[in-house]
């Protein structure tokens, strides 16, 4: 299967800790997506990182990519009440401009 | 700029009726593409279409779905005899023209969510 995996499936954190999810996959890539998802509402980008870039930021986001392992980590830094959400990893194959998603990450920030 | 634009939001259709579901693109985008969504899991890639072409139609099934991207107005994802196996949350997203090579994201809508009675 091609479909990416995230990794833990369900994590909680109080406000104010960091918030760390992986995502691993099979195949060969040409780009990784981080979307969130709130309940019951569409998806938000977060991040697009291509398969020769190693790190990118924005905000209080962090992803890496490491395709010899073929995994990828979102790190949210100083989380808050509303980064509560579903985090879904999607990677693009070259050649395909389908995105495949894995089966998502449920964050819950506590007070 | 308007984003994505899905319509119905929330669709309630009997066994055996037909669904619609709409989607407008981004302005300026040409690239559709159709996700589904069933409860707790993640979303699975149905179809992709430019205009008054389908590109990749490898996520659909083979029966009963159908989608297009008229040259004018919205790209139509089809059901017909829709059975409770069809509930679930449908997603569409565009993305800009591609150069070759390039790959760009998808911008997703708010999602229609069909349920089978």
């Known amino acids: 299967s091609q479909q990416g995996e995230e990794d833990p499936q369900a994590l909680s954190i109080q406000e104010g800790e960091n918030a760390t999810m992986n995502c691993s996959y099979k195949?060969?890539?040409?780009?990784l997506q981080w979307y969130r998802q709130n309940s019951g509402r569409g998806l938000v980008h977060l991040i697009l990182?291509?398969?020769?870039?190693r790190e990118k930021h924005s905000g209080r986001l962090r992803v890496t990519l490491d395709t010899s392992k073929k995994s990828s980590s979102l790190l949210i830094t100083a989380s808050r009440a509303a980064d509560t959400a579903s985090y879904f990893c999607a990677i693009m194959n070259t050649g395909f401009q389908k995105l495949v998603f894995g089966t998502g990450t449920r964050l819950l920030v506590s007070p | 700029n308007a984003g994505v634009m899905q319509n119905p939001r929330h669709l309630v259709r009997r066994r055996g009726q037909e669904a619609r579901l709409r989607c407008s693109p981004m302005k300026g985008h040409s690239h559709v593409y159709w996700y589904r969504q069933l409860p707790e899991e993640g979303l699975k890639f149905m179809v992709y279409l430019q205009k008054e072409n389908i590109i990749d139609e490898s996520g659909m099934p083979k029966e009963r779905f159908s989608a297009e991207f008229p040259k004018e107005g919205p790209s139509i994802l089809r059901i017909q005899q829709v059975v409770r196996g069809d509930s679930a949350a449908y997603f569409c997203?565009?993305?800009?023209?591609?150069?070759?090579?390039?790959?760009?994201?998808?911008?997703f809508g708010p999602g229609t969510r069909l349920t089978v009675l």
């Open positions: 990182i291509r398969s020769n870039e």
């Open positions: 195949t060969s890539i040409n780009n």
């Open positions: 997203a565009s993305s800009p023209l591609s150069l070759r090579g390039t790959y760009n994201e998808q911008f």
